[in-house]
């Protein structure tokens, strides 16, 4: 690792897991600030709207900006609004406040109106019902664009690992005939905005994540540098599977160390 001029940190299972900061999480980001390296926190998360996600970092004492946290419905409300396009949601309840202004009451619409309509997919949680997903489905049948807010396999929570929006986007790609757009990790789009946010080049910039593929690999990927971390939902067996330029630490504060010796 060389040239590091700017990062990006993952959030759940980085720096938290459930509502419980990871040991030296606020050190390890305390001695970023005081080396002035530009930060954008980016996440894959489609639970939860960006206000709770800083208001949940906030009450952990991890203080950001509002231009610092790059989010997967962000960059689909921006997807959305260059084409025009209005959502049909197929995502977490709590997540509709980041579409407003773009979303309208799909329950009452026919679904043969797929016009001007985009299938967007998150984390919908119990909300991934039989009649949910025959509802997109129907309406990727009639020609309606896409969007995947992130396609990873599964996270982890306090109790253990759970399936993630990946596996629904998956179905809905195969029983569609179609592939979903995804403007999450590990989107390149999404990497170049943030990295275009942190006023570098991408392969100046780290990607710190727990995540095999979508961070670490999407971020090789896309050009960036990239570290894993075995804390979240890194798995003994991410070891084989990390990208033969990517980096393995034990937590946080082992990337920073990492981090702060290439800057």
């Given at each position: 690792m060389t040239g590091i001029r700017g990062v990006l940190l993952d959030l759940d299972g980085v720096l938290y897991v459930g509502n419980d900061l990871l040991p030296g999480a606020r050190e390890a980001l305390a001695r970023l600030r005081e080396r002035r390296l530009p930060v954008q926190f980016v996440t894959n998360s489609t639970r939860r709207p960006r206000r709770a996600i800083q208001a949940g970092l906030s009450a952990m004492g991890l203080n950001l900006g509002d231009d610092e946290l790059v989010t997967p419905a962000r960059a689909a409300c921006t997807w959305l609004g260059?084409?025009?396009?209005?959502?049909?949601?197929?995502?977490?309840?709590?997540?509709?406040?980041?579409?407003?202004?773009?979303?309208?009451?799909?329950?009452?619409?026919?679904?043969?109106?797929?016009?001007?309509?985009?299938?967007?997919?998150?984390?919908?949680?119990?909300?991934?019902?039989?009649?949910?997903?025959?509802?997109?489905?129907?309406?990727?049948?009639?020609?309606?664009?896409f969007l995947a807010l992130a396609k990873n396999r599964y996270f982890r929570e306090v109790d253990g690992l759970s399936l993630d929006a990946g596996p629904f986007v998956a179905a809905l790609e195969f029983a569609g005939g179609v592939t979903a757009e995804v403007v999450g990790k590990p989107a390149p789009g999404f990497f170049h905005a943030a990295v275009t946010a942190l006023g570098c080049e991408p392969a100046e910039a780290v990607m710190v994540g727990d995540d095999v593929e979508a961070d670490v690999g999407g971020a090789i990927a896309a050009g960036l540098q990239g570290i894993l971390v075995e804390t979240g939902k890194f798995r003994v067996e991410d070891r084989a599977r990390l990208h033969r330029h990517g980096v393995l630490v034990r937590d946080i504060g082992a990337a920073i160390d990492r981090i702060l010796a290439a800057a």
């Amino acid at each position: 690792m060389t040239g590091i001029r700017g990062v990006l940190l993952d959030l759940d299972g980085v720096l938290y897991v459930g509502n419980d900061l990871l040991p030296g999480a606020r050190e390890a980001l305390a001695r970023l600030r005081e080396r002035r390296l530009p930060v954008q926190f980016v996440t894959n998360s489609t639970r939860r709207p960006r206000r709770a996600i800083q208001a949940g970092l906030s009450a952990m004492g991890l203080n950001l900006g509002d231009d610092e946290l790059v989010t997967p419905a962000r960059a689909a409300c921006t997807w959305l609004g260059e084409r025009r396009l209005s959502p049909h949601l197929l995502i977490h309840p709590d997540l509709r406040e980041d579409f407003n202004g773009l979303s309208s009451p799909d329950a009452e619409e026919p679904v043969d109106r797929p016009a001007n309509r985009a299938v967007v997919v998150g984390d919908a949680g119990e909300g991934f019902t039989y009649e949910a997903l025959n509802r997109a489905f129907r309406l990727l049948m009639e020609g309606a664009p896409f969007l995947a807010l992130a396609k990873n396999r599964y996270f982890r929570e306090v109790d253990g690992l759970s399936l993630d929006a990946g596996p629904f986007v998956a179905a809905l790609e195969f029983a569609g005939g179609v592939t979903a757009e995804v403007v999450g990790k590990p989107a390149p789009g999404f990497f170049h905005a943030a990295v275009t946010a942190l006023g570098c080049e991408p392969a100046e910039a780290v990607m710190v994540g727990d995540d095999v593929e979508a961070d670490v690999g999407g971020a090789i990927a896309a050009g960036l540098q990239g570290i894993l971390v075995e804390t979240g939902k890194f798995r003994v067996e991410d070891r084989a599977r990390l990208h033969r330029h990517g980096v393995l630490v034990r937590d946080i504060g082992a990337a920073i160390d990492r981090i702060l010796a290439a800057a």
